[in-house]
Nanobody, 123 residues
């Protein structure tokens, strides 16, 4: 089993910044990609940013130029730096990771989600 623990959400004023952190734990063999998604009530969860082990990144158009994503492969952590936040960024942000883990008997793929962290942008 692979668990993801998120931290760093909260309340921030428009134009402000927040940094989200996510750490993966468990009997991880390898991680292909880690990323962040967000969801608001009544809407589908959407990709915010994603980074592969090799460092390839992709971002939602709405956050390009404002958000950056980085990853520490040795620590199985991913950071999302969010700048110039606007009320439209208000959502629950979820960490996601996929890869391979060891279950004691063999290697199996995983695609795990964190519990989510609330980000609220409001004056």
């Amino acid at each position: 089993q692979v668990l993801l623990e998120e931290s760093g959400g909260g309340l921030v004023q428009p134009g402000g910044s927040l940094r989200l952190s996510c750490a993966a734990s468990g009997t991880i063999s390898s991680i292909n990609a880690m990323g962040w998604y967000r969801q608001v009530p009544g809407k589908q969860r959407e990709l915010v940013a994603r980074i592969t082990t090799g460092g390839a990144r992709n971002f939602a158009d709405s956050v390009k130029g404002r958000f950056t994503i980085s990853r520490d492969n040795a620590k199985d952590t991913v950071l999302l730096q969010m700048n110039s936040l606007s009320p439209e960024d208000t959502a629950v942000y979820y960490c996601n990771a996929d890869g391979t883990y060891w279950n004691g008997q063999g290697f199996f793929p995983f695609d795990s989600w964190g519990r989510g962290t609330q980000v609220t942008v409001s004056s």
